[in-house]
């Protein structure tokens, strides 16, 4: 696609529920990367997917969350038994060229309440 | 690691103004991004620029790899230019460091 396309836009959910949230990343690009950003805060860092390699899960806050991408372009995060912490903008990035030295460029991010 | 920072945090402008916004990194980097994020959340890619000067219309953008900063340029401010400007340089694995942001407010 013509840019990094993420569904839902918003997502309202109850304690307790799993969500799933969605990233279409720009076609051809190899690098893909998930944050989470909090209200007046920075960017914080997920997990980062480069082309078949494992991904580097490192930045997962807890097992509640992982995080799929299927064919090396679709990602799919999962929120498992979502907590009020959980409440953020979760944005998805892509990027042409590994290791961090390629342009990146990020979706509109998915914003997620959890009451 | 590498450390990115960011000054000034805050700038309230006139709409007009001219401004000029710093990121300091710690290491030696072959890349530096700015990114603009506007009150929506939108992050929108300014700038890739591991050196030299790149402009495009009222941006610019310099950065001085032997030491260790980039500098953003921002011209006849726009209430449009708001938001929180942020730069980032990849450390030695493929993570992106990422400085605090500047939040820009500019007035009409």
């Known amino acids: 696609g013509a840019g990094v396309s993420q569904s839902p836009s918003n997502k309202v959910t109850e304690k307790g529920k799993d969500v799933e949230l969605r990233c279409d990343p720009i076609?051809?690009?190899?690098?893909l990367y998930w944050y989470r950003q909090s209200l007046g805060q920075g960017l914080e860092f997920l997990i980062y997917?480069?082309?078949?390699?494992?991904?580097?899960k490192s930045g997962l806050p807890s097992d509640r969350f992982s995080a799929e991408r299927t064919g090396g372009s679709v990602s799919t995060l999962t929120i498992q038994r979502t907590q009020q912490e959980d409440s953020a903008v979760y944005l998805c990035?892509?990027?042409?060229?590994?290791?961090?030295?390629?342009?990146?460029?990020f979706g509109e991010g998915s914003r997620l309440t959890v009451l | 690691g590498i450390q990115v920072e960011q000054s000034p945090p805050d700038l309230i402008l006139q709409e007009g103004a001219n401004s000029t916004l710093r990121c300091n990194f710690s290491?030696?980097?072959?890349?530096l991004q700015w990114f603009h994020q506007n009150p929506w959340g939108q992050l929108i890619n300014l700038f890739y620029?591991?050196?030299?000067?790149k402009q495009n219309g009222r941006l610019s953008a310099t950065t001085v790899a032997t030491e260790r900063y980039s500098l953003l340029y921002i011209s006849s401010s726009q209430t449009t230019d708001s938001g929180v400007y942020f730069c980032?340089?990849?450390?030695?694995?493929?993570?992106?460091?990422w400085g605090a942001g500047t939040k820009l407010i500019i007035k009409p």
């Open positions: 980032a340089v990849p450390d030695s694995n493929y993570q992106l460091i």
């Open positions: 620029i591991p050196s030299g000067t």
């Open positions: 076609s051809g690009h190899t690098a």
């Open positions: 990035a892509s990027s042409l060229i590994a290791g961090g030295t390629g342009e990146l460029f």
């Open positions: 997917f480069q082309g078949n390699s494992a991904p580097d």
């Open positions: 290491d030696s980097v072959n890349n």
